[in-house]
């Protein structure tokens, strides 16, 4: 098949459906495309997405219907690149919302606009950077040195190099790299609370060298399953929890559900979100939980790759009040100088990472 009309087929389905990572994964593995074409379809839907609302305005003003193949053109022509209007919801393709949190802060508007590169977590337990850089460039394909010790960016086409399939590195962004290293840096028995699929166990136990105990728990039994079988494959020395126990903890690190905001380049649905929903409340009630399970003295150590002050300054003010925990300046820590810090955490300020809030709190 052609990559435009599969292209056509996936916004087809994302236009009724929405979800554009499902999308995605119900069409092109039986496209019958090369690897590179459905790339090239994977971006040109992630265009499509990422500027639909400017797109639905210029349809309307050349008078056009909103058809697939119409969305699908304009992505092809660029057509972003030279429309004008002042109207900054338009101009940015952003939801009402997410627009009045960002009308001060242009450059984080103009930023997850941008196609970001696809970041690797070199697995230490396996390979390391030598290796992994030579191997993606014998592959013709870049290997561009991060400012963290355990990340390389490359291309889109690297989700598909031998050194991920070989379990030599993993595809995560560089902001989750960067907190998973801090997490590390606290403790010696840690233990990641939503762990999901296990990006930030693997990368704790690959920055660690296998050195430190690390527990994983997630409330998906699937999630749980698909971490321990990566943790084989990865030579990581990860505890995997099935229920949560009495155990106690140096560190819980809690990467709670969230808007995803600060993601949107790689997921741009996340920049119509209208509100912060039910995510403060579920953000609320996790944090209970994972407070349990740290010793006196212990850390826990809060994550939302968003920047909705209801989802990350307010639920730390809150909750550190009411269980009366101590914030910390995240001074004495790795990597200090890609945080820019507030009164109750910081945003992560990698200059090609997502943007992610993170508080530290001591008990």
Known sequence: MDPKDVAIQVVTKYLKKNKMAMCLR???????????????????????????????????????????????????ENKQNNWSTDDFEIKYSVSSYVASLLKNKLKWTEYLNEKP??????????????????????????????????????????????????NLAHVQDESSQLIACITAFLGDNILDFCAGNGGKSL????????????????????????????????????????????????????????????????????????????????????????????????????????????????VVKKFSKEKDLKISNLEDIPYTQFLNKTNHGAYIILPKGDIFFVSLLKK
């Open 203 to 314: 990368a704790m136990a690959s920055i660690t060298r296998n050195r430190k105990k690390i527990f994983a728990y997630d409330i998906n039994s699937k999630k749980r399953l698909t971490l321990a079988r990566r943790s084989k494959e990865y030579n990581a020395e990860i505890s995997i929890e099935e229920k949560l126990s009495d155990k106690k903890f140096d560190v819980v690190l809690v990467d709670a559900p969230c808007t995803g905001i600060g993601a949107a380049r790689r997921n741009p649905e996340a920049k119509y979100v209208d509100g912060p929903g039910k995510y403060p409340e579920i953000q609320q009630n996790i944090l209970v939980e994972a407070e349990q399970k740290v010793k006196p003295n212990g850390f826990l150590f809060y994550s939302v790759c968003t920047f909705t002050p209801d989802e990350t300054q307010e």
């Open 26 to 76: 119900d069409i092109l593995p039986g496209s019958g495309l090369s690897l590179v074409d459905r790339q090239n379809v994977a971006d040109i839907v992630h265009e499509v997405v990422r500027w639909k609302r400017l797109y639905d305005n210029i349809l309307e003003e050349i008078g056009l219907a909103k058809s697939p193949d119409a969305y699908v053109n304009l992505a092809l």
């Open 117 to 166: 590169p696809t970041s690797l977590c070199i697995n230490f337990n396996k390979s390391d950077t030598k290796e992994v850089a030579s191997i993606l460039e014998s592959e013709k394909l870049p290997a561009e040195k991060s400012n963290l010790e355990s990340a390389i960016l490359t291309s889109s086409m690297g989700r598909y190099s031998s050194v991920v399939t070989k």
